[in-house]
């Protein structure tokens, strides 16, 4: 059976994380129920084989460019398998790749964005810690890792304002659990003035910093895995399958905009005493 690669974009609001866990919903899982559905996995099979991911993210985290790969039947589209897919989770493009092609450890990079809400903040001051954090560096202050080799090289890392918000982009051969988000929150205090941008220099060395003084991990909500990179494996964008994300995600983001204008409606109705 040939191996297929699969784009997949997800909402992580609903699950809690991508990777499968016992009684609680993963993105993980809603991929393999799927495709036991689709009678691709079979009722006592663990896994599709040759199964692997490009990385595993938290809950609420979202994902764009999340690839998973299988051995995987012909007719298995983008758009067969969002047939059976929850509407949070959506197939966009395919692949055929060799048989000894692993997602995990074939991706040359990822990369992720994180949007973060900082209408106050300075753009210049962040882009000033931003290029101290690019480069190869030990990241174990900027990670949940506490162990082991915590040294990685960010290749590209960019911030820009869009509106009220700063748009942070890394990209890197591999990342430490935590790492983008507790970056996103060292910029965060620099922009805002909260430390000197010479902060960055310390908590890029290991061992300098109080405790307290360690950055803290930014929400998960504002993280978007956008990028899995496989040099020579080309992926096909399925014309129904970016369709339903485009459907799915655009409602999603109309609902979310109605809301938010509701609950400011009710904030800003409340009389002060």
């Given amino acids: 059976m040939p191996r297929g690669a699969f784009r997949i974009a997800y909402d992580g609001r ?36 040759g199964y692997a991911a490009a990385g ?12 998973v790969a299988f051995d995987a039947p012909e007719w298995l589209t983008p758009r067969a398998y969002n047939g059976q897919l929850p509407a949070t989770v959506r197939a966009w493009a395919h692949a055929d790749a060799p048989t000894d092609f692993h997602a995990t450890h074939d991706a040359a990079s990822r990369a992720y964005e994180y949007h973060l ?25 900027l990670s949940a890792v506490s162990s082991g080799n915590t040294t990685r090289r960010l290749r590209t890392a960019t911030v820009e304002r869009d509106g009220e918000f700063l748009v942070l982009g890394v990209r890197g051969d591999g990342f ?13 205090s620099v922009a805002t003035g909260v430390v000197p941008v010479e902060r960055v220099d310390s908590v890029l060395t290991p061992g300098t910093l109080p405790d307290h003084e360690i950055p803290p991990a930014a929400p998960p909500g504002g993280l978007v895995f956008v ?24 409602e999603r983001a109309t609902r979310a905009t109605r809301r938010g204008r509701l609950c400011r409606r009710i904030a800003g109705g409340v009389g002060e005493d």
Avoid: I, M, N, W
């Fill in 14 to 49: 609903p699950f809690h994380g991508f990777q499968r866990q016992p009684s609680v919903p993963t993105v993980e899982g809603a991929l393999f129920d799927a495709l036991r559905d689709l009678g691709v996995l079979g009722d006592e099979a663990d896994k599709p084989p």
């Fill in 56 to 67: 595993r993210t938290d809950a609420g985290v979202f994902g764009l460019g999340q690839t």
């Fill in 117 to 141: 809400y900082a209408p106050g903040a300075d753009l210049e001051l962040a882009r000033a810690a931003v290029d101290r954090l690019r480069g190869t560096h030990d990241f174990r202050d």
């Fill in 176 to 188: 430490l659990h935590e790492l983008v988000r507790r970056l996103v929150s060292l910029v965060r």
């Fill in 227 to 250: 990028d899995a990179a496989y040099p020579g494996l080309a992926f096909e964008p399925d014309r129904r399958g970016a369709e339903s994300v485009r459907e799915v995600f655009g």
